[in-house]
């Protein structure tokens, strides 16, 4: 439509150079010699007329054309540069719609949506005709803003999460490492720790390879580290030469084998929890406990008993176990215990005695029957003498001593009692018969409060909770 309209102007501007053209006067020709003048005729002044009106009509209708043309062509400029407006404004809300419908919310990538966006738009204002601006088309440039957007925003992602990638392997690395130190820390052999590195090496490389933030946390050094520790646990127990170790895990502390060591630091799944444990050698020593017997097996302790020792809580109403294995060296029996008693007695004695007795008795009586009513009457006499002596005489004697087993334990040292071996066998028999007594006859013979002196052989490492303890120690015979 537009080029028609234009087409339309340049004939209509085209008449008008022909019409101006035919109006114009004619060049005059070069000055010659005037001819004579010859007069006119009447006919030739009425084709002059002629001639000048058919040239001034022509110049008006020309005028009169051209006024037209002219109109036309402003309303035709003025109706093509509005329709020019209204596809201009529409092309530029089209980008608007566009643009506006997409949310570029990274900054870091806008800028190929601006350079896109403002190339549309220059090109809509730059545009001289409707046909030109009908030929852009928007969405081709808003489709290549958002791809470039796009990509831009997926090296984005791609750079943060390489960047994320980088510090998961670092975390994960360093992780392992600090893992891995305590047990490399420790004394090991050249086996186990051979072991130790290729172990860390691997899980190092298995993060260096890691693709996914995934793969990286999934790298998990606990297996490794449980087997390695086991490893090393192991190794400390056949260390050991005795053919006991001391288990401790929470302060808890058991003397057992080697076997049932292995079996249960085996059974164990975490090492975090295998690092609770603690194994250390068997050093037996000998200590000294003086305890009542109502807290111990008494005398039916003899050496070379197994025994268990327990403690109580303040309230003494629970008990727990704070050695599980120790060995009775020696019972003795403190001279406090009592004293021996003797002591002897003599009597004598004599009676005579006279008794005498005489009885004389007399007695009458009469009966009557008259009328066939009964009567008696009677009377009785009765004397008795007796006569009794008695003498007695008796007499007694006694003594008793006491004997303190503590000065007869001096005396006996310092060599001032004879026959000491006599004594020492009558004290032994006062001790330990007292108590196998005791034992075979089920009879308590020596108070419940009464002390002995223990001594018992027990690992070293079990000194200090027996000590701590001692004021409510109990001791418990282990049965075989």
Same mark, same amino acid.
């Given at each position: 439509?537009?080029?028609?309209?234009?087409?339309?102007?340049?004939?209509?501007?085209? #008449? /008008?150079?022909?019409?101006?053209?035919?109006?114009?006067?004619?060049?005059?020709?070069?000055?010659?010699?005037?001819?004579?003048?010859?007069?006119?005729?009447?006919?030739?002044?009425?084709?002059?007329?002629?001639?000048?009106?058919?040239?001034?009509?022509?110049?008006?209708?020309?005028?009169?054309? !051209?006024?037209?043309?002219?109109?036309?062509? *402003?309303?035709?400029?003025?109706? *093509?540069?509005?329709?020019? +407006?209204?596809?201009?404004?529409?092309?530029?809300?089209?980008?608007?719609?566009?643009?506006?419908?997409?949310?570029?919310?990274? $900054?870091?990538?806008?800028?190929?949506?601006?350079?896109?966006?403002?190339?549309?738009?220059?090109?809509?204002?730059?545009?001289?005709?409707?046909?030109?601006?009908?030929?852009?088309?928007?969405?081709?440039?808003?489709?290549?803003?958002?791809?470039?957007?796009?990509?831009?925003?997926?090296?984005?992602?791609?750079?943060?999460?390489?960047?994320? #990638?980088?510090?998961?392997?670092?975390? +994960?690395?360093?992780?392992?490492? !600090?893992?891995?130190?305590?047990?490399?820390?420790?004394?090991?052999?050249?086996?186990?720790?051979?072991?130790?590195?290729?172990?860390?090496? %691997?899980?190092?490389?298995?993060?260096?390879?890691?693709?996914?933030?995934?793969?990286? &946390?999934?790298?998990?050094?606990?297996?490794?580290?449980?087997?390695?520790?086991?490893?090393?646990?192991?190794?400390?127990?056949?260390?050991?030469?005795?053919?006991?170790?001391?288990?401790?895990?929470?302060?808890?502390? +058991?003397?057992?084998?080697?076997?049932?060591?292995?079996?249960?630091?085996?059974?164990?799944? &975490?090492?975090?929890?295998?690092?609770?444990?603690?194994?250390?050698?068997?050093?037996?020593?000998?200590?000294? !406990?003086?305890?009542?017997?109502?807290?111990?097996?008494? /005398?039916?302790?003899?050496?070379? @008993?197994?025994?268990?020792?327990?403690?109580?809580?303040?309230?003494?109403?629970?008990?727990?176990?704070?050695?599980?294995?120790?060995?009775?060296?020696?019972?003795?029996?403190?001279? &406090?215990?009592?004293?021996?008693?003797?002591?002897?007695?003599?009597?004598?004695?004599?009676?005579?005695?006279?008794? %005498? %007795?005489?009885?004389?008795?007399?007695?009458?009586?009469?009966?009557?029957?008259?009328?066939?009513?009964?009567?008696?009457?009677?009377?009785?006499? %009765?004397?008795?003498?007796?006569?009794?002596?008695? *003498?007695?005489?008796?007499?007694?004697?006694?003594?008793?001593?006491?004997?303190?087993? $503590?000065?007869?334990? +001096? *005396?006996?040292?310092? /060599?001032?009692?004879?026959?000491? @071996?006599?004594?020492?066998?009558?004290?032994?028999?006062? /001790?330990?018969?007292?108590?196998?007594?005791?034992?075979?006859?089920?009879?308590?013979?020596?108070?419940?409060?009464?002390?002995?002196?223990?001594?018992?052989?027990?690992?070293?490492?079990?000194?200090?909770?027996?000590? $701590? &303890?001692?004021?409510?120690?109990?001791?418990?015979?282990?049965?075989?």
């Amino acid at each position: 439509m537009a080029e028609d309209i234009e087409a339309k102007i340049r004939r209509l501007r085209e #008449l /008008g150079k022909v019409s101006a053209e035919s109006s114009a006067p004619a060049k005059p020709p070069a000055p010659s010699k005037k001819p004579p003048r010859r007069p006119r005729s009447l006919s030739t002044i009425r084709e002059k007329e002629r001639r000048k009106r058919i040239l001034i009509g022509a110049s008006i209708l020309i005028i009169i054309i !051209l006024i037209v043309s002219l109109g036309v062509y *402003a309303y035709l400029q003025s109706r *093509a540069a509005n329709e020019l +407006k209204n596809v201009r404004a529409e092309k530029l809300n089209e980008v608007k719609s566009y643009f506006g419908s997409y949310k570029f919310t990274n $900054a870091n990538c806008t800028a190929n949506v601006t350079y896109y966006k403002s190339q549309v738009v220059s090109r809509i204002l730059s545009a001289k005709s409707v046909s030109e601006l009908s030929s852009i088309n928007v969405k081709a440039y808003f489709d290549k803003a958002v791809q470039a957007y796009e990509q831009c925003t997926a090296k984005e992602k791609e750079r943060e999460y390489q960047k994320e #990638l980088n510090q998961t392997k670092q975390r +994960k690395l360093q992780e392992i490492k !600090l893992a891995f130190q305590p047990l490399l820390a420790m004394s090991l052999p050249d086996s186990i720790k051979a072991k130790v590195v290729s172990s860390l090496k %691997s899980l190092e490389q298995q993060v260096e390879s890691a693709k996914t933030v995934e793969q990286a &946390n999934s790298v998990n050094p606990d297996p490794y580290l449980l087997s390695l520790w086991r490893d090393y646990y192991y190794y400390q127990i056949d260390s050991i030469t005795s053919p006991e170790v001391i288990l401790e895990r929470n302060g808890v502390k +058991k003397l057992i084998s080697k076997n049932e060591a292995k079996s249960i630091l085996g059974s164990i799944t &975490n090492y975090r929890e295998l690092l609770e444990y603690r194994v250390y050698p068997v050093k037996y020593v000998e200590i000294a !406990l003086v305890l009542p017997r109502d807290r111990i097996a008494g /005398g039916f302790l003899q050496p070379g @008993d197994k025994v268990v020792f327990f403690a109580t809580n303040g309230t003494k109403n629970t008990y727990r176990e704070i050695v599980n294995q120790g060995y009775v060296e020696m019972v003795l029996l403190p001279t &406090n215990a009592g004293q021996i008693s003797a002591s002897e007695s003599q009597s004598q004695a004599s009676s005579s005695s006279t008794t %005498s %007795s005489n009885t004389y008795s007399e007695s009458q009586s009469a009966s009557y029957n008259p009328g066939g009513t009964s009567y008696s009457n009677g009377t009785s006499y %009765s004397d008795t003498y007796s006569n009794s002596q008695s *003498a007695g005489q008796s007499s007694s004697a006694s003594y008793t001593y006491n004997v303190n087993l $503590a000065e007869i334990l +001096k *005396a006996i040292a310092a /060599g001032k009692i004879q026959a000491s @071996d006599e004594v020492k066998a009558q004290l032994n028999k006062y /001790g330990w018969k007292v108590l196998n007594l005791e034992e075979s006859s089920d009879m308590l013979v020596l108070s419940p409060d009464t002390q002995f002196l223990v001594i018992v052989k027990v690992p070293s490492i079990f000194v200090p909770d027996i000590l $701590a &303890n001692q004021d409510s120690l109990y001791v418990a015979k282990v049965s075989t």
